[in-house]
């Protein structure tokens, strides 16, 4: 099969878009279950980030992180040589049909562990080291529950990493009004109220914006953010 066709897949769910009845849950799999396979291959060109945010965060040796949202687990592959020193790394996602990719990918780490649960109530046994959301967080309907829940399973002085598509006040008009009603078709949403909300809840540690590709629209360029922030109290140690 071409990469046109396999593309093809693809577009056509982005075209019908998420919606219809049932749970979060049920109209994740309808989305994403034709295109799982697909998944990865065709959102590599549009989810920019994601092994800087990675990089970034350099959990330590030992530390327990937890991902929320993690979809197919692609992110493993940004970890490197860290991912077989960290204690646990929690791949959190509410989707069948991704999390069955996600399983091929784990095979061999044992300190890699899967669940189906919600972002804004899964808990792990204990407090972490690291949480991170990867062009996730526009996607969870209840945002501000996602990021209450993050920092509530941190411990004291541990990391909250996001990246994710972006909007703010000072983007010109096309980006603050075409980006938000393109992405919601597909259950994105754009919002200039992520970032405040991620500085409220933590003390800022990194932060910077970019503009990256869309595949098949060559002329435009989509705004994305990565932030960093740490949570209040002194880590143990």
């Not at 204690?87 to 996602?93: E, G, I, K, N, Q």
């Not at 808990?123 to 529950?145: E, N």
């Not at 994105?188 to 629209?217: C, K, M, N, W």
Request: proline content about 6%; hydrophobic content about 40%; aromatic content about 10%.
């Amino acid at each position: 099969m071409s990469g046109l066709a396999r593309d093809a897949k693809v577009l056509r769910q982005l075209l019908s878009g998420l919606s219809g009845p049932g749970s979060h849950a049920d109209r994740l799999e309808r989305f994403y279950g034709p295109q799982s396979e697909q998944y990865d291959r065709f959102r590599e060109r549009m989810l920019h980030g994601r092994g800087a945010l990675i990089e970034r965060l350099a959990p330590d040796a030992g530390a327990h992180v937890v991902e929320l949202g993690a979809g197919t687990g692609r992110n493993l592959g940004f970890f490197g040589a860290r991912l077989p020193e960290l204690a646990s790394l929690t791949l959190v996602d509410l989707c069948r049909p991704l999390l069955a990719v996600a399983q091929t990918r784990v095979a061999g780490h044992r300190n890699v562990h899967l669940v189906e649960a919600d972002a804004t109530s899964f808990r792990p046994g204990r407090l972490v080291d690291c949480v991170y959301l990867s062009y996730s967080l526009t996607m969870i309907p209840d945002w501000r529950a996602a990021i209450d829940n993050a920092v509530s399973m941190l411990k004291p002085g541990g990391k909250l990493g996001v990246v994710d598509f972006h909007v703010a006040p000072h983007h010109g008009w096309f980006s603050r009004t075409f980006w938000p009603r393109w992405f919601a078709h597909d259950g994105v949403r754009l919002s200039a109220a992520h970032l405040p909300y991620l500085r409220d809840q933590t003390r800022e540690l990194d932060f910077e914006t970019g503009l990256g590709s869309i595949p098949y629209l060559p002329a435009l360029r989509v705004p994305h953010f990565l932030f960093i922030g740490c949570k209040a109290g002194q880590a143990a140690g």
